[in-house]
């Protein structure tokens, strides 16, 4: 009896012991998770999923160079990218987060009357602070002076290190103003994005809903810096809202909607976001009748350096997609493409290898263009065609990747999917017509060049002297499969 009894106290001071060191475990734990996800949050965190907004206006937003305008009794144009980023900048109230892939609004040359544009917009974002307005700026640029400037005029400023994570750039192009307005799109802060170059986006208005998400995406984005990998365990402030399986159900311009975002790449992707890859897939495969892409560079090849060597091999997810829309739906398929000097050697074997998908075929129509403007000597992106889109019958996809298998793995994006709903008032709120009108103005300009006279004349340097630089990898001699390589 007196063994037992002095053993039980024993047992409760080992017992005692082993729920403290469980306690601490557990706390250090805690710790570390918090620590990982560096939770944050500020005075919007009153907009939720359950009170947002989902009553938005749409306005499709371009910059176009003169030339290019519509003739007279045309569709109406759109509204010019400048003007749309001002009139965010004059709803601003409380905060702006921007992500931008350049900071050179105030680079260009002083002889080009289109570096004005850029001048006033930087001018006013250095202004935001004195009005009260808390601008957050996401970067993977460590070097640009700009952003130093803006730091210097309380700008918050946080650098994604993208080569260290993914190898990758980032490439997104968005803004969010007071939790409350959007602008996505392939437009940068650039001067040329103002005034050179064609570019396109939307802005939506009073969509707080689509202003959480994007948000959501953002502060992945803040959450990175100071890190060269992909936290395992993240805020659930990151995860999506709405995805590709469970859309956001809105009103556009009064008309029904559904909509959301999505991301790349893979590890950008937290849990319930889109891929951008899928995005792209679901709204090629929505199309019923006719199907028109617009992208600056088209190569579904994924290139890599393995071992010392480089590799290439065949990157199928958004070209098969487009087969099949073909063959197996009869859906009609124009595709746009910039012919610059970036352009890779292998894009014309592809696009011959889509439209000879046609050959003898009835009820079968696949057309690639080539949109080309003589380049200005001292400026290789003058005129370029920088859009990044697609339109369907009833559905839209704008995002900020080209159509290249490096951008998709490596590259961080953002897109918006949209899709109209039955309903009376124009699709999604006229953004699918805004869209279509706006493609088949580049379809029949004077610039976009059929594939069969590109061929012939190559526009102004045939393509086999362009640079044999793949669009976002580095330049490299093409192995001799790949340069007999005929799509």
């Not at 009896?1 to 024993?10: E, F, K, N, V």
């Not at 905060?95 to 105030?106: D, F, M, R, Y």
């Not at 993208?162 to 103003?177: P, Q, Y």
């Not at 290439?312 to 197996?328: F, G, T």
Request: aromatic share 8%.
């Amino acid at each position: 009896m007196a063994g037992s009894t002095t053993q039980t106290p024993l047992k409760s001071q080992q017992k005692c012991v082993a729920v403290f060191a469980l306690v601490c475990c557990c706390a250090v734990l805690v710790a570390l998770i918090f620590s990982a996800v560096d939770l944050w949050g500020d005075e919007e965190d009153s907009i939720t999923e359950d009170n947002c907004s989902r009553d938005c206006g749409v306005s499709l937003v371009e910059t176009l160079p003169l030339d290019l305008a519509p003739a007279r009794g045309g569709a109406a144009p759109s509204l010019p990218l400048s003007l749309g980023l001002h009139a965010l900048l004059g709803r601003a109230q409380r905060s702006l987060e921007v992500v931008s892939p350049v900071w050179e609004l105030t680079a260009a040359p002083r002889h080009l009357a289109g570096g004005a544009q850029g001048e006033l917009l930087f001018q006013r974002l250095l202004g935001l602070n004195a009005r009260g307005v808390r601008l957050r700026i996401a970067s993977s640029l460590t070097n640009s002076s700009e952003l130093r400037t803006l730091a210097e005029h309380d700008a918050e400023v946080r650098y994604v290190n993208m080569s260290a994570i993914t190898r990758g750039e980032l490439k997104s192009s968005f803004w969010i103003v007071d939790r409350q307005h959007v602008y996505i799109g392939s437009g940068d802060m650039s001067w040329r994005s103002l005034s050179e170059r064609k570019e396109l986006g939307v802005v939506l208005t009073d969509c707080s809903c689509l202003a959480l998400d994007l948000h959501r995406v953002f502060s992945f984005y803040w959450q990175l810096q100071h890190r060269d990998y992909i936290p395992s365990i993240w805020s659930r402030k990151v995860l999506a809202l709405w995805g590709r399986q469970e859309p956001l159900e809105l009103s556009l311009n009064a008309s029904a909607a559904a909509a959301y975002l999505s991301s790349s790449p893979d590890s950008f992707c937290p849990k319930g976001r889109s891929r951008d890859v899928e995005a792209v897939q679901q709204v090629i495969r929505s199309a019923q009748t006719f199907l028109l892409i617009s992208v600056t560079d088209y190569l579904p090849l994924l290139n890599r350096t393995y071992r010392g060597a480089f590799v290439a091999r065949y990157w199928s997810p958004i070209d098969e997609v487009i087969r099949e829309a073909v063959i197996l739906r009869g859906v009609r398929v124009q595709l746009l493409i910039s012919s610059w000097s970036h352009t890779h050697p292998l894009t014309l074997n592809f696009a011959t290898s889509l439209t000879s998908l046609c050959v003898e075929l009835d009820n079968c129509s696949l057309e690639v263009k080539f949109f080309e403007r003589r380049e200005d000597g001292k400026d290789v992106q003058h005129g370029l065609n920088h859009n990044k889109y697609i339109v369907t019958d009833n559905a839209v996809y704008i995002g900020t990747h080209d159509w290249v298998g490096r951008e998709f793995s490596l590259n961080a994006g953002v897109g918006l999917a949209l899709e109209a709903r039955p309903g009376p008032g124009p699709r999604g709120g006229g953004l699918v017509e805004r869209l279509g009108d706006a493609f088949r103005r580049d379809w029949g300009s004077r610039y976009a060049q059929s594939l069969k006279s590109h061929q012939g004349a190559g526009g102004h340097r045939p393509l086999s002297q362009h640079t044999s630089e793949p669009p976002g990898g580095h330049r490299h001699q093409q192995p001799a499969e790949l340069r007999r390589h005929r799509g």
